[in-house]
């Protein structure tokens, strides 16, 4: 009896395990990888700073941090539930331990340890900016719990004693190469090149990428020496005396563009200074579309310096920080969401949603400018009225004079 609990138990653990990892994948998509910027806590207390004072003591503890509750949320929601998960790998372990002789105790060992593991990976994902090796790996180990528990249950059932001839070589062939391309996966989506070839099933209408270069792409340990900006340097801070590398529109972690001075990123006015925009430029849309449009848009003086000379304005000419970024990076301001200083950006581009907000936007105008003339019309009237009741006065005054 005991034995058919740990095996229907294992089997949850895997299926919940696989709810964990959605839940990742969901806090990553959400751009919500560093909602909270310390570990295990969130703004030093263990749920999110919801009440006013909970985010007044986070801004004094995090001065430099952009508070977004939402994101804070997303971010606990996941760990709430691997640290139920974590709880839950101990139990099946100590009850595989105790109860299931017939099982290796490498097993229930191998699934604690892995927990243990996880969680530190959890942890370094936050402290060192979710680094694409430890977030990749961080993917794998929990891949790796959900096939261990899902193992787990398999050698302690009626079909635990699997022979090799029901895992021939094909099948293994196939297990290798769905783990390969699930940390393929892992790799591409943590260095944000999933949209480096803008076609399919070509690349850049090219079988073979003449630009493709297998060092940079798997750099594994550190950051690879290169001249020009990649995707691979968004994890290092700017540096106020050389060039900014790329400004980019969208995903998690180092992509939001590091201060060369303060430990938290650019902020969007920040952004849209290093893309040449004034600070007088003011843009449509929340906080994570602006910051699309600035990453997005081609930068002002480039797209000057083109209708200037005819010719192309290469990235690498871009104003410096010494130039263009100490004068606005000083200091710690931060921007709420809701504030139009930081609705800055451009879009080079015409997406649905800009379309939308421009028509909304023109309806709006459209109703004001009713309003406005309607209230002009009312005015009209009144000086009207006014007007005809002075005549009025003035006609009954000259009956009154004639009449004496």
């Known amino acids: 009896m005991k034995i058919e609990l740990i095996k229907k138990l294992s089997y949850i653990g895997a299926f919940f395990t696989l ?31 919801d ?41 099946i372990s100590f009850l595989t331990y105790k109860y299931a002789k017939h099982v290796s105790v490498f097993l229930p060992i191998s699934l604690s340890v892995l927990i243990v593991v996880q969680s530190l990976m959890g942890m370094l994902t936050v402290t060192e900016l979710v680094k694409p090796t430890i977030v990749t790996t961080h993917l794998i180990l929990g891949m790796t719990t959900a096939c261990l528990l899902l193992w787990n ?21 196939c297990i290798v190469a769905l783990v390969i391309q699930i940390i393929l996966g892992g790799w591409t989506s943590t260095n944000y090149a999933s949209l480096a070839c803008p076609d399919f099933p070509k690349c850049t209408e090219q079988w073979w990428p003449d630009n493709m270069n297998f060092d940079r ?17 968004i994890y290092k801070k700017l540096d106020s005396s050389k060039p900014s590398y790329t400004v980019t529109g969208s995903g998690g972690g180092g992509t939001h563009v590091y201060h060369y001075k303060y430990d938290r990123a650019l902020t969007n006015r ?15 849309g929340n906080k994570e579309s602006v910051r699309r449009q600035i990453g997005m848009a081609v930068p002002v003086l480039a797209a000057k310096k083109t209708r200037e000379t005819g010719e192309r304005y290469p990235a690498t000419n871009r104003p410096d920080l010494k130039h263009y970024g100490i004068d606005f990076v000083k200091g710690n301001k931060t921007y709420d969401k809701n ?28 109703k004001e400018r009713t309003r406005d003339e309607s209230k002009k019309e009312i005015e009209d ?24």
């Not at 919500?32 to 999110?48: E, K």
């Not at 792409?217 to 340097?233: E, Q, Y």
């Not at 200074?273 to 843009?283: E, G, K, W």
Request: charged share 25%.
């Open 19 to 49: 709810l964990v990892i959605s839940a990742g994948a969901w806090v990553r998509l959400t751009d919500a990888g560093l909602g909270c910027p310390d570990w295990p806590g969130c703004y030093g207390i263990l749920s999110t700073p």
């Open 153 to 173: 249950g398999l050698r302690i059932g009626s079909i635990s004693d699997t022979s090799s001839s029901k895992f021939n070589a094909f099948i293994k062939l």
């Open 339 to 366: 504030d139009p200083n930081a609705m800055v950006g451009s879009f080079w581009h015409d997406p649905p949603y800009f379309r939308k907000e421009a028509a909304r936007m023109h309806d709006e105008k459209i």
């Open 217 to 233: 792409g798997f750099t594994i340990f550190g950051l690879p020496n290169v001249k020009s900006a990649r995707m691979s340097h």
């Open 381 to 404: 009237l009144k000086k009207e009225i006014e007007s005809l009741k002075l005549q009025l006065q003035l006609n009954e005054m000259k009956s009154k004079i004639k009449e004496i």
């Open 270 to 284: 920040e952004r849209a200074r290093l893309q040449t925009f004034d600070d007088d430029y003011d843009f449509l």
């Open 51 to 91: 009440t006013d004072d909970e985010i007044a003591r986070a801004k004094e503890f995090y001065p430099n941090a952009t508070i977004d509750v939402g994101k804070a949320w997303r971010e606990m929601f996941h760990r709430y539930l691997a640290g139920i998960l974590g709880l839950y790998v101990f139990f």
